[in-house]
């Protein structure tokens, strides 16, 4: 009597150790290309590991930073923000989130200088994505939203769930920009004690390390 297995069936001989250790090896390498930048340019930033000029964040650094799920956060059509985020993403983007209560004066500056920061990086402009989660928004700003700020997505909370914002971050009381990288960290906050000359300066030291994202 002859036993048929799944190799004879498919004519293929089962793989060797040696090839389960060549197949292994070849992941890493394709992982470490592709994601070796973003993990060494997040390591020289928080650090300073490797930086000859000794360059300083000009925004309020997180140590250690905060998971963007932790913000549970989603976008109209229900989907978690955190999706968007991870190693396994194609071409993961990094996000200036502007978050607030009801969105007055200080907000507004917020919703524009992040505007004006995302369209001052020129050329790497389509690696930062803009989005917005505000308590409320009053009617003016509502009526001149897609006009002045069509490009920036609005994001809600998750049904049944409260957001866990980063030490120093109370969008109640004050609006802040948050800096998302593109693993899902939520890395450094800005509000309007900041100037649209720091944060670009950030972003630019941040994507020039990057080629990921």
């Known amino acids: 009597m002859t036993t ?3 190799d ?5 001989d089962p793989l060797s150790p040696e090839q389960v250790r060549r197949g292994r090896r070849t992941a890493l ?7 070796g930048p973003m993990i060494l340019a997040t390591i020289m930033f928080y650090t300073g590991w490797l930086n000859p000029v000794g360059h300083t964040n000009e925004g309020e650094l997180l140590m250690p930073p ?5 913000l549970n956060l989603e976008t109209s059509n229900g989907v978690p923000l955190a999706e968007r985020f991870g190693a396994d993403q194609v071409d993961p983007n990094w996000l200036m989130l502007v978050v607030s209560g009801t969105c007055g004066t200080d907000c507004e500056e917020l919703l524009y200088l992040a505007r004006q920061v995302n369209i001052a990086l020129g050329k790497n402009a389509p690696r930062v994505s803009r989005a917005a989660a505000l308590g409320s928004v009053p009617a003016g ?4 939203w897609q006009a002045e700020y069509s ?3 609005r994001l809600r909370p998750a049904p049944g769930a ?4 980063p030490t120093g971050v109370s969008p109640e009381t004050a609006p802040r920009i948050l800096l998302i990288d593109p693993f899902g960290n939520v890395m450094m906050h800005y509000g ?3 100037t649209g000359k720091q944060m670009l300066k950030d972003l630019k030291h941040l994507l020039k390390l990057s080629q990921i994202g």
Request: glycine share 6%; charged share 10%.
């Open 4 to 6: 048929t297995t799944a």
């Open 66 to 70: 905060v998971p963007v799920q932790a």
């Open 141 to 144: 700003l509502e009526q001149r």
């Open 151 to 153: 490009s920036m997505e």
């Open 162 to 165: 409260a957001a866990a914002w």
């Open 192 to 194: 309007t004690e900041h």
């Open 8 to 12: 004879s069936v498919t004519g293929q």
């Open 29 to 35: 390498l394709l992982f470490a290309v592709g994601f």
